[in-house]
């Protein structure tokens, strides 16, 4: 197949969906690939590495989108609505789009590219199956967001993180709250105990309870009687409004005694839940930190502005919008590991074949044959059940 690789157009996404050593791989495979000119400069790839595997380096983007036949990207429309509708005009029907695409937040989106005749899969709809752990790009864009969380909070702190013994005394260590114990969660746990700093977790799941305490932490017991907070797929269940209630009024004496709380919970497709509250805020000592790491879904603190770093009651607050594409270059790298084991799953002898009795093709995909295809977004479109789809198709 012809493959093509354009340049990001989010506002400071710094990552690439193809680095220079996988191209080799897809050229063994029988593919070609062209890459827009500058794609993967900011990730740490210039044009050149890109070359030196046998890539080829196209100046202008309608000639990546007018040549290739599969479009990957890590932000598609959808997951880049500013500036994602400007690939419209280039999408012609029987591309296949494949990237991130934000289709339960912006399913209108999707109608769009299904209008356009584009075959296009969202990766992180991808099923959380065994099998399929090698695609999982929520998973490795969290684990990179959990970790860079930490730098950032321990870089605005007016204390450093670990235990010292000095000449000028003993220096204690500073005591870290993250709340929500999902990838990110437990990449936040795990930096923070490297850094030195005594963590603790909070997660409405009891399930996490071992994970949390074999990296280190002490698990914050809040009886909610939320055995059912987790669904098929591992991912928090959205919680009522009296259980939400009540688990503000236990958290508070926590994240007061915390120095930095780093927020990772978030339901997909939902407003991210608010479970720090202007008033723990207010209880926290000046100086403290936090860093909201569900900004981009409203965040989890109260007080967060999305995008911005501010500053109430004297606790800085951090709302940072995607953080994955601060550390571009390895960022990219798992993206692109990612991206190549899904193509596997639909690309057959060098042909597409797609097999909807596959979990994980049939998930992911979103238009086919000019229709919204994926009963989840159809749903949220208003339209009718889509009649069942042959098992399988080339």
Known sequence: ?????????????????????????????????????????????????????????????????????????????????????????????????????????????????????????????????????????????????????????????????????????????????????????????????????????????????????????????????????EDKGGYAKEMGDDVLRRQRELMTKVVADSHAVITTAAVPGRKAPVIVTAEMVRGMAPGSVIVDLAAERGGNCELTKPGETVVEHGVTIMGPLNLPATVPFHASQMYARNVNAFLKEFIKDGAMAIDMENEVVRETLLTRGGDVVNERVRELLGLAKAEAAPGKAA
């Open 1 to 229: 197949m012809k493959i093509g690789v354009p340049k990001e157009t989010f506002p400071q996404e710094r990552r690439v969906a193809l680095v220079p050593d996988l191209v080799a791989a897809l050229m063994k495979a029988g593919h070609e690939v062209r890459v827009e000119a500058g794609a993967g400069t900011d990730a740490g790839f210039p044009d050149g590495t890109y070359g030196e595997k046998g890539a080829g380096i196209v100046s202008q983007r309608s000639e990546i989108f007018a040549w290739a036949e599969l479009i990957l990207q890590v932000r598609g429309l959808g997951a880049n609505t500013q500036n994602g509708r400007a690939d419209l005009d280039l999408l012609k029907s029987g591309h296949v789009l494949v990237a991130t695409l934000d289709p339960l937040s912006e399913p209108q989106c999707v109608k769009e590219l299904a209008e356009r005749g584009v075959e296009a899969f969202a990766l992180e709809l991808v099923p959380r199956i065994s099998r399929a752990q090698s695609m999982d790009v929520l998973s490795s864009q969290a684990t990179v967001a959990g970790y860079k969380a930490v730098l950032l909070a321990a870089g605005h702190a007016p204390r450093m993180y670990p235990m010292m013994m000095t000449a000028a005394g003993t220096i204690t260590p500073a005591h870290v709250l993250i709340v929500g114990a999902g990838v990110a969660g437990l990449q936040a746990i795990s930096t923070a105990r490297r850094l030195g700093a005594v963590v603790s977790a909070y997660d409405i799941r009891p399930a996490v309870k071992e994970q949390i305490e074999s990296l280190g932490a002490k698990f914050v017991e809040v009886d909610l009687q939320t055995a059912d907070a």
